[in-house]
């Protein structure tokens, strides 16, 4: 078994509850494996971060349909100090943000700017069930819970992650009614033609995929026929035939492998079995929607772009742009 009881048996009614008696069976497997303590030597010092917040008072206020997925509670002075030492154990934090209990986590990436892109786009999320793709510490899983959903699952294969989701869970408790779950997998753990959920989001993924559409069919098999897919990820200007194939490394990161125009992407997701293609938001990333903060350390976009031209990486690639491409898979 993993090496983190605490909310499995929550995962697994869930399971059972949705109908996913089929992957069901393989759920031990998958956290023992993702949870392996082989796999990152930090991961026991996040468990014990988790497992050391403390009992919070049961009167709170959860708001997951705001910017910041906020739980209001009254925390003593020593209570808050040592929650926010415990959190801060599980930096970097790149994806929020979130205010828990007057601790307020100013991530990486305003994740909720791409939110509020995406959001005025989608079907309506309430009774759906939805899988969040890559989905980091589960701020947009969060997100899609207070938009209604009736089952959300993270999927992410990063340990940290897991545990800033637990960390998250522990603050909000049952105020979602259990609806919103994470599972430390990639997409490669879903059981074939699974043709499940009603809506499946990607965001900053694809590029990272060295088949990307492999990935393109994988999310197509994990949607019911007629399910909505979001899919967010970087992109370059061009026609339908342009296709940016970095070098070793893109705004220094080693695994950037296909970086297409926004029409090139749409003709890919044609070919992959999805309809109704549509671009519904195409921007540059700024370096206030991605930056270095107190809760995130290290490098952040601005190291990563040419100084004396911002339109340019480091390597001399086309500054990061990406774009929200929405689509039906075919009936």
């Given at each position: 078994m993993s090496t983190y009881d605490p909310h499995h048996h929550d995962?697994?009614?869930?399971?059972?509850?949705?109908?996913?008696?089929?992957?069901?069976?393989?759920?031990?497997?998958?956290l023992a494996a993702g949870l392996d303590r082989k796999r990152h030597g930090d991961l026991p010092g996040w468990q014990r971060a988790v497992e050391k917040l403390p009992v919070l008072p049961a009167e709170?206020?959860?708001?997951?349909?705001?910017?910041?997925?906020?739980?209001?509670?009254?925390?003593?002075?020593?209570?808050?100090?040592?929650?926010?030492?415990?959190?801060?154990q599980l930096m970097p934090w790149r994806k929020g943000p979130f205010s828990l209990g007057g601790i307020e986590i100013d991530t990486?990436?305003?994740?909720?700017?791409?939110?509020?892109?995406?959001?005025?786009?989608?079907?309506?999320?309430r009774g759906r069930r939805v899988l969040d793709v890559g989905g980091g510490s589960g701020y947009h899983g969060w997100r899609m819970a207070g938009a209604g959903a009736a089952f959300v699952l993270v999927i992410d294969p990063s340990p940290r992650f897991f545990f800033q989701f637990q960390a998250v869970r522990h603050f909000v408790g049952d105020a979602d009614g259990?609806?919103?779950?994470?599972?430390?997998?990639?997409?490669?753990?879903?059981p074939?033609?699974?043709?499940?959920?009603?809506?499946?989001?990607?965001?900053?993924?694809?590029?990272?995929?060295?088949?990307?559409?492999?990935?393109?069919?994988?999310?197509?098999?994990?949607?019911?026929?007629?399910?909505?897919?979001?899919?967010?990820?970087?992109?370059?200007?061009?026609?339908?035939?342009?296709?940016?194939?970095?070098?070793?490394?893109?705004?220094?990161?080693?695994?950037?492998?296909?970086?297409?125009?926004?029409k090139a992407l749409a003709h890919w997701l044609e070919r992959c079995g999805f309809e109704n293609v549509r671009v519904v938001d195409e921007s540059d990333t700024s370096l206030e929607e991605q930056r270095s903060t107190d809760w995130m350390r290290f490098q952040s976009l601005a190291d990563f772009l040419d100084p004396d031209d911002r339109r340019?990486?480091?390597?001399?690639?086309?500054?990061?742009?990406?774009?929200?491409?929405?689509?039906?898979?075919?009936?």
């Open positions: 995962l697994f009614h869930a399971f059972v509850d949705q109908g996913l008696e089929r992957w069901l069976a393989r759920l031990p497997e998958q709170r206020r959860v708001r997951l349909d705001t910017d910041r997925v906020e739980v209001d509670l009254e925390l003593s002075g020593a209570d808050r100090a040592r929650c926010e030492n415990l959190l801060r990486e990436w305003r994740s909720d700017w791409k939110w509020q892109r995406i959001a005025p786009h989608l079907q309506d999320l259990g609806r919103t779950h994470f599972l430390p997998v990639g997409i490669e753990a879903l074939e033609r699974l043709e499940t959920f009603d809506t499946v989001f990607s965001m900053g993924v694809l590029y990272h995929r060295r088949s990307p559409l492999d990935h393109l069919h994988q999310l197509r098999e994990a949607l019911r026929p007629g399910g909505e897919l979001v899919l967010e990820t970087l992109v370059v200007e061009g026609d339908a035939e342009r296709v940016l194939v970095p070098g070793e490394r893109y705004a220094s990161m080693p695994n950037v492998y296909f970086l297409p125009s926004s340019l990486t480091l390597e001399g690639h086309p500054a990061p742009r990406r774009a929200v491409l929405i689509a039906q898979r075919r009936q």
